[in-house]
């Protein structure tokens, strides 16, 4: 096992299973997301297309239990996400998702390995653990050098790298990206789209958000076509 991937169900269940879900916010507009039927299997990627408004961002934060769905079910790694509790939620965050942004939403007055550090200290791990889990990450992502500096002295590819070890820490089963790209240069893109593609190649089950359509045929292995908060289109990179 490598030390990305995280232990594996055998039993065939996908790893994330949406049912009928739907999201709507009581303005009197369409849905965000109107009965949509996803499964995703652990060791995919999972690559969301789809126009602005198309619901991409709000199935996101429905799987990371950021948000809650009108009606339907989101089942994370054999776990009811949709009747999990704000504390249950915050657990569930901590110890089996890792979330990736397109800003990073790194802490500009710690270090590298600091940030790096927190979803463990959030978890409780061992702090002597924790230390050796984020230096083999700093080290495997190519940012060890880094690891006392703060992060705006970086640039933008290394601080996703650096919030792509952040997610990593605990090991969890789902790593989900929000437009991972979206805030980068084409260099520090293509830097990232071959980060998240060697990731998924180690066993790591991703589902990402993108408007970026390189970064979907790098690394993902099947994708999904949202419009108007509904699926129009899922298969296979090659299909």
Do not use: W
Request: charged letters at 25%; proline letters at 5%.
């Amino acid at each position: 096992m490598t030390m990305y991937a995280p232990a594996q169900s055998a039993d065939g269940r996908p790893l994330v299973e949406l049912r009928e879900v739907s999201r709507s916010y009581g303005q009197g507009g369409p849905p965000a997301l109107a009965g949509v039927d996803l499964r995703v299997a652990a060791g995919e990627c999972l690559a969301v297309l789809g126009p602005s408004g198309s619901g991409k961002s709000t199935l996101l934060h429905l799987i990371a239990g950021l948000d809650r769905p009108t009606g339907g079910s989101v089942t994370v790694d054999g776990l009811r996400v949709d009747r999990l509790g704000e504390a249950a939620s915050a657990r569930y965050r901590r110890s089996r998702i890792g979330l990736v942004f397109q800003f990073f939403q790194l802490l500009d007055d710690l270090t590298v390995v600091d940030n790096v550090l927190l979803p463990a200290q959030l978890a409780g791990l061992p702090r002597a653990e924790a230390r050796r889990r984020a230096a083999e990450l700093l080290e495997r992502l190519g940012i060890a050098r880094y690891a006392g500096t703060h992060p705006g002295r970086l640039s933008g590819g290394e601080r996703q790298r650096v919030a792509v070890a952040r997610a990593l820490m605990n090991r969890p089963a789902l790593l989900l990206a929000d437009e991972p790209t979206g805030a980068l240069d084409s260099a520090a893109g293509d830097g990232v789209r071959e980060l998240l593609a060697g990731l998924n190649a180690d066993g790591q089950t991703i589902v990402l958000v993108t408007h970026d359509l390189r970064l979907a045929a790098a690394c993902a292995t099947r994708t999904v076509e949202l419009v108007d908060g509904r699926v129009v289109r899922d298969a296979g990179v090659a299909a």
